[in-house]
């Protein structure tokens, strides 16, 4: 019999690619759950696995660990919420906020003067989602809003700024900025120099978190929290110009 090597070596290559589509089908899915899903894991491999975690379960020390994360991305949501949302949600990150810094003498007088500057025609509230990974190993991914107010009053003498970022979950302010013009703070707001202080010693317990990492300024025309040394709109790498394509 005449040993044929062509019709041999395409018979062998054919059975190769057949055992290769085979054990594709059978073992892919298998090895895909063993890694993706913490089914059947157990110790450490179901934390090493383990695909979602909230922010908003971690400490203030944590959100600081994904913030200077390069691979922690921010992503502006497609959908806008609806002003009554903005405003409803502003007003409660507020209220949660003074509520923990009650005992402070700043911020207990501040948290009764801003609510009043909320108005359906000023507030733009513009969603975002923050991804990111913990110790190698735990994929984040939570929900913020960052909303800005532009108040002037009609014939008032006065105008104001207010930005501030928090969560949708727990409603914790991270970030909060307001400016005025032509109008004192003090003129409203009875202000110490120990009241930076004071406000500072009470965010450490709110955020957890050391007093290298909060930032508090006060001064008769502004005033600002903020948990990171530089403004969210610097560390997220999101621009003015794609919050102008944002529809509100």
């Known amino acids: 019999m005449k040993f044929n090597l062509k ?16 054990a594709t089908v059978v073992f892919l899915p298998r090895f895909y759950y063993s890694v993706t899903d913490n089914r ?28 200077s994360s390069e691979d922690t991305v921010w992503v502006l949501q497609n959908n806008a919420p609806k002003a009554e949302t903005v405003i409803s949600y502003a007003k409660k990150a507020i209220s949660n906020l003074a509520n923990s810094l009650k005992d402070t003498n700043l911020f207990s007088n501040i948290a009764g003067y801003i609510p009043q500057f909320f108005t359906f025609d ?40 207010i930005t501030m970022l928090f969560d949708t979950e727990t409603f914790t302010i991270y970030e909060l900025n307001i400016n005025t013009t032509y109008l004192s703070l003090y003129s409203v707001i009875p202000y110490s120099d120990s009241y930076e202080k004071e406000l500072s010693d009470a965010l450490i317990k709110y955020w957890g978190v050391s007093s290298d990492s909060i ?11 903020n948990i990171c040394p530089q403004p969210f709109l610097e560390y997220s790498k999101i621009n003015n110009e794609q919050f102008d394509y944002y529809v509100l």
Request: positive net charge; contains cysteine.
């Open 7 to 22: 019709k041999s070596a395409k018979y062998i290559i054919c059975t190769l690619l057949t055992l290769t589509v085979v």
């Open 215 to 225: 930032t508090v300024k006060a001064s008769s025309e502004s005033f600002s929290i």
């Open 40 to 67: 059947g894991s157990v110790g450490n491999t179901a934390e090493t696995f383990k695909l979602t975690a909230d922010i908003t379960t971690l400490s203030g020390g944590e959100f600081l660990k994904l913030v």
């Open 122 to 161: 000023s507030c733009s509230g513009y969603k975002l989602t923050m991804r990111g990974t913990l110790d190698g190993n735990v994929i984040v991914s939570s929900d913020f809003m960052f909303v800005t107010c532009n108040y002037a009053k009609e014939g008032a003498q006065y105008g104001l700024n």
